[in-house]
């Protein structure tokens, strides 16, 4: 997670009708500011009725870690506490709606920005390991508002333009964000400045065997801190916004490319196969259409947020998308809605679906994951192999079948493998950990494909 106020890869995305000048002058000025670029001054748009839009994207940020989402996950008790305060964040929530099953499609950085800028599947879009370019064809939800009259802007890490590092972009690469001149490829450079505090760690054994508590609880308060400074940043941004009177006709986005594990499981990191990293956050604030305080629970991913915005905006979808039209759970029309979130892992070894009872993974290596939601929250007892969830077992499997068929049929031959041997004995926790190398292991091939950089410290494809 990076996204600070005086840090340059701290990101954001910006969408403007009629004049990006005035907009960014009038109403993201702190947010540009925030986001580590200069600030604008001048006289706010006129905006000619249509909505603004301001993305705020951060890096790695776990549900979690923000104070409207903490006490949602009370049944999960490894992560279901506050530890810091959010309160601009949730204004968003409370002024807006709250996604509380909201999805990235991959728990990592290229692919899962890949499915949330072009409303495609990562083996669709192409960009489906960390450091792997879009395809050349792919049409961006920026692309697509500029040829609706939109100016577009973008501050920030994109990490869709292959290897190149910190690789400042141009109008060229810039995949329809015209102003790009605070938008770069990729890297992290955090400034983390330590005080002491008192231990109020409750960190278990669990815990304590990924790295010792101390350390843990070190890094999660570095995490915290990084996250607080976030919160100020936000509320500095919609101070800016109202004090301009451009709030209540800017679409305010809040959310992040995918979680992070600390701890959960003896993890550190994402790109795993639990659905803590993929779970992620999503606040939107846009009264003229999204109720106040509308807490939404169905199933909605990165891959849904392109139609669903341009939707909301009235801009027609560019007609490659995959993803779907979400608006009407955004704005409480009735509507049939199937709430499903379908996972791709990076390595292309496991695929996944996630629906509110169960979750099934489906892996190269037969150590298939299904869990009981309603029994078992943390996902810590592997129900793959059980005779008595064989039926359940069958039942996501053709579904996850059925949907990479639609958009990744390379996998299908193994998917049907994986899906056949029922039997195979349940993966442990640490069984999971050799599948995490396998992915690395295939995320390395990926990379020296794409010449990428080198593995991580956290391993698993890659590390933004
Ligand atoms: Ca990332």
């Given at each position: ?101 909201f999805f990235t499609n991959s ?167 639990y659905r803590t990293a993929y ?186």
């Amino acid at each position: 997670m990076s996204y600070m106020s005086d840090d340059p890869q701290s990101q954001g995305v910006l969408m403007f009708p009629m004049s990006r000048r005035d907009f960014m002058k009038a109403g993201a000025a702190a947010g540009l500011a925030a986001l580590g670029a200069p600030a604008f001054s001048a006289e706010p748009s006129a905006g000619a009725g249509k909505p603004n839009l301001l993305i705020l994207h951060c890096d790695q940020l776990s549900q979690w870690a923000l104070s409207i989402y903490a006490p949602m996950h009370k049944n999960t008790p490894s992560y279901g506490k506050t530890l810091v305060e959010t309160p601009n964040i949730a204004r968003l929530g409370k002024e807006g709606a709250v996604l509380t099953n909201f999805f990235t499609n991959s728990a990592v950085c290229t692919p899962s920005r890949g499915c949330f800028f072009t409303g495609r599947y990562p083996e669709s879009h192409g960009a489906y390991v960390n450091n792997t370019p879009l395809n050349p064809d792919e049409i961006t939800f920026g692309e697509q508002l500029k040829r609706h009259g939109y100016d577009t802007g973008y501050c920030g890490k994109w990490h869709l333009n292959g290897p190149p590092k910190p690789g400042f972009m141009t109008p060229d690469l810039s995949r329809g964000f015209d102003d790009c001149r605070y938008m770069f490829n990729r890297g992290h450079w955090k400034k983390i400045v330590e005080e002491p505090q008192p231990d109020e760690s409750d960190s278990d054994e669990k815990e304590a065997a990924v790295k010792g508590a101390a350390s843990l609880q070190k890094m999660k308060a570095h995490y915290c801190g990084e996250v607080k400074c976030i919160d100020d940043n936000v509320g500095r941004i919609l101070k800016a916004l109202e004090d301009k009177g451009l709030l209540d006709n800017t679409i305010v986005v809040f959310t992040t490319d995918h979680g992070d594990y600390m701890g959960e499981h003896g993890l550190m990191g994402k790109n795993q196969w639990y659905r803590t990293a993929y779970q992620i956050p999503f606040l939107i604030r846009y009264p003229k259409k999204v109720k106040a305080g509308a807490v939404v629970g169905h199933f909605a991913t990165n891959a849904d947020f392109m139609p669903t915005v341009l939707a909301l905006m009235g801009v027609p979808p560019s007609g490659r998308e995959q993803g779907v039209d979400a608006s009407a759970i955004l704005t409480g029309a009735k509507v049939e809605w199937k709430d499903e979130a379908n996972i791709h892992h990076s390595s292309r070894q496991g695929a996944g679906v996630y629906t509110p009872e169960f979750d099934l993974i489906l892996r190269n290596n037969g150590l298939n994951m299904l869990f009981d939601l309603t029994n078992d929250p943390e996902e810590k007892n592997n129900l793959a192999g059980d005779a008595a969830h064989k039926q359940v077992f069958d039942e996501l499997a053709r579904k996850i079948i059925t949907h990479n068929k639609a958009v990744n049929p390379e996998a299908v031959e193994w998917l049907q493998a994986a899906a056949a041997r029922y039997g195979a004995p349940p993966a442990a926790v640490k069984e999971n950990k050799g599948g995490a190398k396998a992915g690395a292991e295939a995320g390395a091939k990926d990379r020296a494909k794409a010449g990428g950089g080198k593995k991580g410290k956290r391993g698993a494809a890659g590390e933004e």
